[in-house]
């Protein structure tokens, strides 16, 4: 069966650390792996896309990599700050003709002030 | 507005009662998805949809029913509300199945009493 895991479930850091979020797969057949972010009571916004050909992306202070032959994508978050707070969600699209994305259950960011 | 809207974003029923869902893109993705998002099992494909008029099952889609007589249009329907269908459904869409990114709606959340 085909899993998405996401540890740690929570982290809590202080203003101004650099952070790591881990995702780890079950089968690394992919077609791509994207992040979302989802605050409290909202929807999922999509952070960063990788295909599998790709080894990173970066867009502002969010890098996500991508290392498909272990099964394991991190988002790095520089310089965190309080409205970074949120859960952090990893999927992978596994493609054929379904095309959905597989979850993770999330890691829970909080910074603190 | 471009992007992708659902309404009701809140709803109260009560069990054995028809509910549908609504979910509005204006981009002319070609794919659209229903998640569905619980504690304890993060999201959940219901149905999916790859084009007006072509609809497939999912992981969990026993209790609902999809149609899609326009592109911008997918509406879940729970023909007979249950409890066990307390949770947040999201609608996403995609230009692809595999190769893009899916951006999601803003989510319904639907209590069965």
């Known amino acids: 069966k085909q899993e998405v895991t996401q540890i740690p479930a929570a982290l809590s850091v202080p203003e101004g650390e650099n952070l790591v979020l881990n995702c780890s797969f079950t089968?690394?057949?992919?077609?791509?792996l994207q992040w979302f972010r989802q605050d409290p009571g909202k929807g999922l916004t999509s952070l960063l896309l990788?295909?599998?050909?790709?080894r990173e992306q970066t867009s502002g202070r969010l890098n996500a990599s991508l290392d498909k032959s272990s099964g394991r994508s991190t988002l790095y978050i520089a310089a965190s700050q309080p409205g970074d707070s949120a859960t952090y969600l990893c999927?992978?699209?596994?493609?054929?003709?379904?095309?959905?994305?597989?979850f993770g259950k999330g890691t829970k960011l909080s910074v603190k002030p | 507005d471009a992007g992708i809207t659902q309404s009701p974003r809140y709803k109260i029923t009560e069990t054995g009662r028809q509910v549908t869902l609504m979910c509005h893109q204006t981009?002319?993705?070609?794919?659209m998805f229903w998640y569905r998002q619980d504690l304890g099992h993060g999201l959940r494909l219901i149905y999916y949809?790859?084009?007006?008029?072509?609809?497939d099952k999912g992981e969990v889609p026993d209790g609902y029913v999809v149609s899609r007589s326009k592109t911008e249009n997918f509406p879940l329907t729970l023909e007979s509300a249950t409890r066990s269908q307390t949770s947040v459904y999201f609608c996403?869409?995609?230009?692809?199945?595999?190769?893009?990114?899916?951006?999601f709606g803003p989510g319904t959340r639907l209590t069965v009493l």
């Open positions: 996403a869409s995609s230009p692809s199945a595999s190769y893009n990114e899916q951006f």
């Open positions: 981009w002319s993705h070609s794919y």
């Open positions: 949809s790859a084009a007006a008029d072509i609809t």
């Open positions: 999927a992978v699209n596994y493609g054929g003709s379904q095309g959905n994305l597989i």
């Open positions: 089968d690394s057949a992919i077609y791509n």
């Open positions: 990788i295909q599998s050909s790709q």
